[in-house]
């Protein structure tokens, strides 16, 4: 048998006193519950969605653009090379046109120098054959001098 529980004291509520308060709560709560999915939940959640929809396309939008980005960044590197490979092809040839050039204004200059050195040794031998006839035109006029004197002296 079960014990009765002693009602002669006073009366204590329980730990939930489910009272028409309660009711009156729930109520309150689903009609503002219904109130804010209407206003506020549904709008908002509408809102994520197509925000969601088009930063989904701009992201799409914006991995392609990083793409074709890429793309040019590469083709940029290729035309790069493609152009150091040529400049570094024409640094080359310009060197060898200005070694060419070069060699060519040496041999000209070489050339214009012996031509000179040609001109200035035959001046010198044209030079030493008029000093050799002077002096060979003055040592037959000094040994016809010395004569003279010879003669002067020897014959009194």
Not at 85 to 102: F, H, I, P, S, T
Not at 133 to 150: F, G, S, T
Request: glycine share 4%.
């Amino acid at each position: 048998m079960v014990p009765s529980p002693d009602i002669s004291g006073p009366l204590v509520a329980g730990l939930v006193d489910l009272d028409a308060t309660y009711f009156i709560q729930l109520g309150v709560f689903l009609l503002l519950y219904l109130l804010l999915s209407q206003v506020f939940f549904r709008p908002y959640i509408a809102r994520l969605r197509r925000r969601a929809a088009s930063t989904h396309g701009l992201r799409q939008q914006a991995q392609e653009q990083e793409r074709t980005a890429r793309e040019i960044l590469q083709r940029i590197e290729e035309r790069m090379a493609e152009v150091r490979q040529a400049a570094v092809a024409e640094r080359k040839a310009l060197a060898e046109e200005g070694a060419r050039l070069r060699d060519a204004m040496i041999a000209r200059e070489k050339e214009r120098l012996q031509q000179q050195v040609d001109r200035e040794m035959a001046e010198m031998r044209s030079f030493q054959a008029r000093l050799l006839q002077e002096v060979d035109r003055k040592a037959l006029e000094l040994a016809e001098e010395m004569e003279r004197q010879v003669r002067s002296v020897e014959a009194p």
